[in-house]
């Protein structure tokens, strides 16, 4: 559950009416409407939520953690990857690829592929 604004409200509200806007916010806004306790104290759960909009569970649980912790406008937006991958060749294995690449192509072939043999 979460607990918005009406300025908040208004503003998702004019997402999910609005005619051109990404598919992933206007989802985004209405779960987080549906996620909203109103003023009688009623809110989606996460499973009637992820039923409704055919998505998972932990969907839902992002975009209202977002919403907490980041603020709305980050839970509107697609979420930013956080894993940074290492370099999978390092500058010695590369400098040989492009040698490789620059140089004739193997007897029978016109020309490099990925079906050249090495």
């Avoid at 509200?13 to 209405?30: F, I, N, T, W």
Wanted: charged letters at 30%.
């Amino acid at each position: 559950m979460v607990r918005l604004t009406e300025e908040e409200q208004a503003y998702l509200e004019s997402l999910v009416h609005k005619g051109k806007v990404a598919a992933y916010k206007r989802l985004h806004a209405q779960i987080l409407l549906k996620a909203d306790e109103n003023a009688l104290g009623e809110s989606w759960q996460d499973s009637q939520i992820s039923k409704a909009f055919g998505i998972s569970t932990r969907t839902v649980e992002r975009v209202r953690t977002r919403l907490v912790e980041e603020g709305l406008e980050s839970a509107l937006e697609r979420a930013k990857p956080n894993r940074v991958r290492g370099r999978v060749i390092d500058g010695e294995i590369e400098a040989h690829l492009v040698a490789l690449v620059c140089s004739d192509a193997p007897e029978g072939h016109s020309r490099w592929t990925l079906m050249c043999p090495v």
